[in-house]
């Protein structure tokens, strides 16, 4: 899987781990999985021996099962509406929407 990290979001990383005293180990995974979408989480790790990519100093611990769902992921750091890092993922395949609605859209 690809994964790219841009210039701001390695900045806040390497900033927030120093801040709170952690290695720059990041660990993305799935919070949950819904019909038209996947919410990820992204947390300081400790441990140095899951690492599956290094961008930069910055070493990556990477859910399994994105592998499932992804090619390509890329972290971003935005400032507005609200501040904090954004993950996009890039499907590995297109599935059209079965308009079950559970996102809150109108069919």
């Known amino acids: 899987m690809l994964i790219k990290i841009t210039d701001i ?14 290695d720059t180990v990041i660990n993305i ?11 990820y989480g992204l947390a300081f790790g ?7 990519k290094i961008v930069g100093p910055i ?3 990477i859910d399994e099962e994105l592998n499932k769902y992804h090619n390509e ?5 935005i400032f507005k509406p609200k ?17 079950c609605n559970g996102c809150g859209r109108k069919p």
Not at 29 to 39: A, L
Not at 73 to 77: A, P
Request: hydrophobic share 30%; glycine share 6%; charged share 35%.
């Open 9 to 22: 979001a390695m900045k806040k990383m390497i900033e927030n781990a120093k801040n709170n005293n952690k």
């Open 29 to 39: 995974y799935i919070d949950r999985v819904m019909c038209n979408s996947i919410k």
């Open 46 to 52: 400790d441990n140095n021996e899951k690492i599956h």
């Open 59 to 61: 070493k990556l611990v």
């Open 73 to 77: 992921l890329e972290i971003d750091y």
């Open 83 to 99: 501040e904090g890092f954004v993950i996009k993922g890039y499907p590995k395949y297109n599935k059209g929407c079965s308009k």
